[in-house]
């Protein structure tokens, strides 16, 4: 039984690059549910608490979450606000009610 290093070495050196590639890619079960199904450490993605989905509820005005205990973010900015459909067709009026 022959095991050749190098091979097993250059393969072990390939799957480390990888893994840190996945690394920088945000995980998309966290930033959808701010909850990763894989636990223990066994999702290879990026978990950033910056950049988890806005609570629907929140918008809405109905979030029943007590105060910090919500898995979405209540702090809208650019990254996780959901753009208006109507807005995007030309037929919004979101604007003349202000």
Do not use: W
């Not at 250059?10 to 966290?30: I, M, P, T």
């Amino acid at each position: 039984l022959s095991v050749d290093f190098k091979r097993r070495r250059e393969r072990d050196q390939r799957e480390g690059v990888r893994r840190e590639e996945l690394a920088r890619v945000q995980c998309f079960s966290f930033s959808k549910t701010g909850y990763c199904s894989r636990t223990g450490g066994e999702c290879g993605y990026a978990h950033d608490p910056g950049k988890v989905g806005i609570c629907q509820a929140f918008l809405h005005g109905t979030c029943t979450a007590p105060e910090g205990c919500c898995a979405l973010s209540h702090e809208p900015s650019a990254h996780n606000m959901p753009t208006c459909r109507l807005y995007l067709l030309g037929v919004c009026d979101a604007d003349a009610a202000t």
